[in-house]
């Protein structure tokens, strides 16, 4: 976790100039998306998230989501550089806390509760706030809310049993995304979280 928590600090530093502690940034960033499908099918895909059977999380294009004992109160984890502790579970609700180091203090949180007709409202709450310089906080929340409309378009898909159709990147995330690749060579075992 220090190798990480350094190697972030050192990426962020010599990108966009150093990380500061203080009031930063205050982050307030929604998702949601109406679907198809049950409520028990969705609570699984929660509770499968950051496990082997993870169908949820869009590793095919996202660093994987890994915590170490799964989606429990108390695991460990993240997905790249990214890292945080599972602070609160039940059924259809995950929260995750961010941890120190990582330039952002708070919590984000995915939910999914049943609408009427066979529906599903899924939501994803990032509340909190950035202690990165302005350029870095801004090209973060780029790569997350593309990453998060990824978690969606599964979400939507695996609801209403269809195949999965990903959205090409804009030039702007294309970017971003292939540098936040180029940076993350941290190893995939959970033990290193």
């Known amino acids: 976790m220090v190798a990480v928590r ?8 010599s990108l ?48 994987p989501l890994l915590l170490d004992r799964g989606a429990v109160v108390g695991s460990r984890g993240g997905h790249g550089l990214v890292r945080y502790t599972v602070s609160a579970r039940e059924p259809g609700l995950i929260e995750f806390t961010f941890d120190k180091g990582t330039g952002l203090v708070g919590s984000h949180r995915l939910s999914v509760e049943q609408l009427s007709g066979g529906r599903l409202l899924w939501m994803h709450e990032l509340d909190g706030r950035s202690i990165m310089p ?18 969606l378009d599964a979400a939507e898909a695996l609801g209403a049993g269809e195949s999965l159709h990903r959205r090409r990147f804009g030039p702007a995330v294309a970017a971003l995304h292939r540098l936040d690749r180029w940076f993350d060579r941290t190893p995939r075992a959970v033990a290193s979280a």
């Open 134 to 151: 302005r350029a870095a906080t801004e090209a973060v929340v780029v790569l997350h809310d593309a990453l998060i409309e990824d978690l």
């Open 16 to 63: 966009f100039g150093r990380v500061t502690s203080g009031p930063g940034v205050r982050i307030r960033n929604v998702h949601s998306r109406i679907a198809r499908g049950g409520l028990a099918d969705a609570e699984r895909l929660i509770e499968l998230l950051g496990g082997d059977d993870d169908a949820l999380w869009p590793s095919d294009r996202w660093q």
């Open 6 to 13: 350094h190697r972030m600090e050192g990426i962020m530093t």
